[in-house]
């Protein structure tokens, strides 16, 4: 089992920076690819930006250039930092961390509690 804790949500004025962790515990053997998602009212649950144990990164387009994600391995943290926050970007944040089961495209998703973030026009 994962253990994932999300930190760093808040209330922020549009423009402004948050910074989201996320602190990893438990069962970390070969956990590869972590990531964050949000979830808005009355919206689905949508991929923020991705990294693999090797700092490949991957953003919603949405996000790009506005978003950085990095992973700090010796301390199973993984961050967001939030720039130039859009109304837009007000949801609940989720960390996920993704094992391989070792069958093509199937994977176990542990997910973290959710930190609220919102973006004040």
């Known amino acids: 089992q994962v253990q994932l804790v999300e930190s760093g949500g808040g209330l922020v004025q549009a423009g402004g920076s948050l910074r989201l962790s996320c602190a990893a515990s438990g069962s970390m053997f070969s956990i590869n690819t972590m990531g964050w998602y949000r979830q808005a009212p009355g919206k689905q649950r949508e991929l923020v930006a991705t990294i693999t144990s090797g700092s490949t990164t991957t953003y919603t387009d949405s996000v790009k250039g506005r978003f950085t994600i990095s992973r700090d391995n010796a301390k199973n943290t993984v961050y967001l930092q939030m720039d130039s926050l859009e109304p837009e970007d007000t949801a609940v944040y989720y960390c996920?961390?993704?094992?391989?089961?070792?069958?093509?495209?199937?994977?176990?998703?542990?997910w973290g509690q959710g930190t609220q973030v919102t973006v004040s026009s």
């Open positions: 996920n961390a993704r094992r391989p089961t070792g069958t093509w495209n199937v994977y176990v998703d542990y």
